[in-house]
Nanobody, 117 residues
Framework: QIHLVESGGGSVQAGGSLRLSCRASIPAYSLCMGWFRQAPGKEREGIANINADGGTSYADSVRGRFTISRDNPERTLYLQMDNLKPEDTGMYYC????????????WGRGTQVTVSS
């Protein structure tokens, strides 16, 4: 069982930046990890993924503004969010899975991000 704890959310004005962190309870060297978000009244969407070898992918809505990274010795996943927009408002979750699986099966409880115009 892997426990994930997010931190770093908050309120910021449009154009500002935030960095989210997600600490895993065990070493996660071999895991694929990702960030998801859910806006009020909308379905949860995947926004960034990082493989065990460091390969990354992004949703079109955040590409060029958000950067996912990982610090394996610190068991921490990061999401650097720049040039934030009001539509980025939502609950942000980190998730982990075995890289041989397609579905994420470990989830944090989320951290709230609010962007005002």
């Amino acid at each position: 069982q892997i426990h994930l704890v997010e931190s770093g959310g908050g309120s910021v004005q449009a154009g500002g930046s935030l960095r989210l962190s997600c600490r895993a309870s065990i070493p996660a060297y071999s895991l694929c990890m990702g960030w998801f978000r859910q806006a009020p009244g909308k379905e949860r969407e995947g926004i960034a993924n990082i493989n065990a070898d460091g390969g990354t992918s992004y949703a079109d809505s955040v590409r060029g503004r958000f950067t996912i990274s990982r610090d394996n010795p610190e068991r921490t996943l990061y999401l650097q969010m720049d040039n934030l927009k009001p539509e980025d408002t939502g609950m942000y979750y980190c998730a982990a899975r075995s890289c041989i699986q397609s579905d994420y099966n470990y989830w944090g409880r989320g951290t709230q991000v609010t962007v005002s115009s």
